[in-house]
C-alpha cells in the first residue's frame, strides 16, 4: 500500500468538512432592510381630491400599502385580489412612476379596490422604500411598522400564506 | 402539455441512466454478458431524453409559458427572443438541466465514438457516467424541478433584468458549460482505469482527445465570460478573481495539466497515477464550481441560488463522487504507475514539472476561494481574498511555468544533456532578455512580463523552425496554442502595466488627459431607447476618435445600466464610462489599455491549437489501428 | 543515474514547488488579505487604519455628496457612522438607504474608498452586509 496515495483524500474530506461545517449553520432568507422598521417619512399627494397620502394617513388600523403603476403588465395580473382583500383591511395605492390621468383612466377601467391613492410621479418614495419593481406591497402596522414586503404580485397564496396570518396575529 | 412531457422526459432519462450505471455490474453478477448491452443504448437513451427536456423547457421560454413557474420568474414577453431562449438557462433550475443534458450527451457520444477501445474498459466508463448522471438527476428531480407548474398562470413574467441581457452572457454560461462537463469524460476512464487495474494504449489517446475538446471550451468560455466583464461592468478590468470566475479557471488550470501529462503516457507511459489524479481533480473542480456558485456559500456577485437545502444536497453528491474517486484512488492508484522511463532532464522532466506547477497554482487558487470560508469556521472572521492575494501568489508561481514552456519543448524527450540544451536556451533566454530590458522602462512587472512573452515565442519559432520538415499536426497545433499563451501575456502585460486612468467631472466642452491624449466631453443629451432612456456622451479625442458611452435608465424594473464606450485598435483600446450626468455634464471615466485586445486575440489562437492537434489525432489513431 | 535517484529527484522538484508555494501563500495571507469590518468594528480597531479593508453597511439616507468626480456618502451600521469618499464611477445599483460594500482604507480624512460595490434588493443584499447589521440588531425578522 502506497501511503502518498492517501493523500489526496485525505486533503478532501477535509474541505468537505469545512464546507459541511458552514452549510451547518444556514441562514433565515434575509428580510427587507426595512422590516420591523417605521415607515420612512413620505408625503403623496393624492389622485382623487385634496389632502396627502403621508404614514399618518394609515395610522391606527392596520394597513396594505400597495405600489403599481398603469404600464405594469403584473399590476394588471395582480389587480382583482386587491378587491377581495380590501374586505379585510385598508388597502392604500401607489401610482408610481405615472402620469395621473392615465391611472385614473386605468383604475376607471379595472376598478379602484384603493381607499385612496397617492402619486408618486419622481420615485422618491420609491427610493425611499427600496422598491425594486412593480407591484410591491408591504402590510403596515397600525403604529406604522412595516412588518411584511411583497415584491412581485400578491397571489392568493401569498395573501392566504404569508398577509393573512401577519394580519392576524396583529389584531 | 409540453412541459409535463420534459418533465417526463426528465424521469426517464433518470431511468435510463440508472440501468446505464448497473448493467454492467449486473452482467458481471448474473453472468450473462447480454446485460451488458444495454449500457450504450441506455446512454444513447439518456442522451436524447435530456435533450428533449431541454428542448421543452427552451419551448417553455420561447412562448412564454407562465404556467412554468421558472418562466414566470425568469422571462417576459418583452424580452428579444433570444434572451428568452438564453434565459431558459439564466436561473438555477435551468442551467442544472442544461448542465445534466450535457453531461448526458457527453455519455452519448462516449458509448457512439469509443467503440475502438476494450469492451471492458468502455463499458466501465459508461457506468461511471451513469453513475454520475444518477446523482445529477437526481439532484435536479428532488430539489430543482424546472418544469414546476404555477396555477393560476400568472399573466405577466417577473424576468426582465436589464444587466443580464447581453449577447456574450447569453453564450458564454453554455460554452463554459461544455468545458466543465467536459472534463466528465476524462474522470469516468480515469475511475474506469482504477476500476479495472489497466491503463491500455488506447486509453491515453482517448482521455487525451476528450480533455482538449472540453480544453477548448473552457479556453473559449473563459475568453467570453472575460470580454463580457470588460465591456460590461464598466471598471476597465477584465478579470475579478470572483469565486466564480475562479471556479472556472481551476478546472481550465487541471485540463492544461492534464492535458500535458496524458502527452507523457501516451508516448512512453510513467506517471500513470499523477494523470489519473489530475482527472479525478478536473472533474472535481467542475463540481466544486457547481457547488459554488449554486449554493451561495460564498458572497459572489454571480451567486444566484442562496438556498442551503440545495448544497447539502450538491455536498452530498460532490463528497459520493468525487470522495468515492479519490478512495478508489488511494486503494488501487499504486497499481496503474508503471516505471518512469525518462531522466529528470528531458522534455517529459520539464512537462511533468510544469503539471505540478499548474496544480500547486490551482491549489493555491483553491485556497485563495475557499478562505474566506475557513477563516469563518476557524473564527478569525469575515475576510475577503482579492486580486492583492492572487496576483502575490498565483503570478510568482505561473512565472517559472512559462519560463518552462520556453524551453521546455526544445529538449529532448527522454533524456536530454545540459551541453546540448545550451544554445537553443541560450537564443530564448536572449531573446526574452532583451526584450525585458526594451521594457524596463515601465517597470519590473512589464519587464518580466514581456519578456516572458518573447521567450515563449522566440522558443516556440525555434521549433517549428526545427521540426520544419517534420512537423505533424499535433506539434502544429501544440505551436499555435503556444504562441496564444505568448500573445496572451502580451495582452496581459500591456492592459495592466502600460495601462492609464483618468476621471473627472466636466462640464460640457471640458477635457480630460489621458496618456497624453486630449479628450473633450462634445455632448451629452437622452436618447429614448425601445425600453429604457440612455445618457448619451460624444467624447472626442485625437485623430477624429469619438466614443459614445451611455448610461441606461430602464424603467420596469427600474435599474440603470453602463454602457462603456471602447475604441480597439491592434494597439490597444480607449475606454469611456460615464456617472451621473445631465444635459450640462458628467462625469467621465477613461482608460487606456495598451495591447489589451491581444488578449481576446490570443483566446483564438489557444482555440484554434486545440483544433489542430484534435483533428490531427483521428486519422492517426485509425493508422495504428491497423 | 539510478531509478531511485531519479525518482527522488522528481519527488524533490515536486516538494520544492509545494514549499514555495506554501511560503508565497503565507507571505500574502500577512499583507494581501481584505478583512471585512462595519463601522463599528472598523472604529474599534486600532490596527486597520492604513490597511486594505472592506466596510460594509447601509448608505445613510441623505448623505450622498458630490464634489467634482468625489462622491461623499455615510456608511452606517445602526450603532457608528463612517464618512466615505470615493472617486470614480458609482455602481449602477448604488442607493441611499441600501447595502454598500466599499473596498479601501480608513485615513485620518475618513474611509477613502478604491471600489464601491452595491446591491439593490434586499434579495441581492451582499451576505456580509447582512451579517454585519444583524450583529448589531439593526436588522430584524418579521413576527
Known sequence: MNRNAWMPLFVFVILLGIAGARLGQPEPPLPSALEGKPLPAFSLPLLAGEGRLTPDTLKGRPAILNVFGSWCAACVAEHPIWAEVGKRVDVYGVAWLDEPAKTRAWLAERGNPYKAVGVDKDSRFALDMGVAGAPESYLISPEGRIVAKVPGPVTETVWKETLLPALEAMK | MIAEAGHFALILAAVLALVQAAAPGLAHLFRRPGIAGLTGFAAAGQAVAMACAMAALIHAFAVSDFSVRVVFENSHTAKPMLYKVAAAWGHHEGSLLLWAALLSAFGGVTALWNQGLPGGMRLRVLAVQGLVSCGVLAFLELTSNPFDRLSPAPFEGRGLNPLLQDPGLAVHPPLLYVGTVGVSVAFAFAVAALWSGRIGPGWARAVRAWTLIAWIFLTAGIALGSAWAYAELGWGGWWFWDPVENSALMPWLTATALLHAVRGVERRGGAEGWVVLLAILGFGFSLLGMFLVRSGVLTSVHAFAADPLRGVFILALFGLIEGGALALFAVRGHRLSGRIAFAPFSRDGALLLNTVLLIVATGVVLFGTVYPLLAEVLGIGRISVGAPFFDATVLPLLSPLIALMAIGPLMRPGRDSPRRLLRPAGIVGGVGLLAAAASAAWGGWAAAGFGLAAAVAAGTVLLLWRSRRSLTRRGLGMAVAHLGVAVAIAGMTGGSQLADEAIARLPVGGSLVLGGRSFTLAEVRAVPGPNYIATRARVTGPGGLALTPETRRYENPPQTTTEAAIASTPLGDTYAVIGEGGPDGAVLRMFSKPLLPWLWASSVLMCMGGGIALFARLPRLRRRER | ?143
Not at chain 3, 468626480?69 to 469618499?85: I, L, N, Q, W
Not at chain 3, 438607504?97 to 474608498?113: H, I, K, N, Y
Not at chain 3, 471600489?115 to 434588493?121: I, R
Request: zero cysteines.
Open chain 3, 1 to 143: 543515474m539510478t531509478r531511485r535517484k531519479q525518482r527522488l529527484i522528481l519527488i524533490g522538484g515536486g516538494l520544492a514547488v509545494l514549499a514555495v508555494a506554501v511560503a508565497l501563500v503565507l507571505s500574502a495571507l500577512g499583507e494581501a488579505l481584505t478583512f471585512f469590518y462595519g463601522p463599528a468594528d472598523l472604529l474599534s480597531r486600532a490596527d486597520a487604519a492604513g490597511r486594505r479593508v472592506r466596510l460594509g453597511g447601509l448608505v445613510e439616507p441623505g448623505s450622498l455628496m458630490r464634489d467634482g468626480a468625489t462622491a461623499r456618502f455615510v456608511v452606517t451600521d445602526g450603532k457608528a457612522e463612517m464618512p466615505v469618499s470615493f472617486t470614480g464611477v458609482l455602481p449602477d445599483l448604488f442607493r441611499e438607504g441600501q447595502g454598500v460594500v466599499a473596498e479601501g482604507r480608513l485615513t485620518p480624512a475618513g474611509f477613502v474608498a478604491e471600489t464601491v460595490l452595491a446591491k439593490h434588493d434586499e434579495k441581492y443584499m451582499p451576505r456580509e452586509v447582512a451579517e454585519v447589521l444583524k450583529k448589531n440588531g439593526e436588522w430584524r425578522t418579521a413576527q
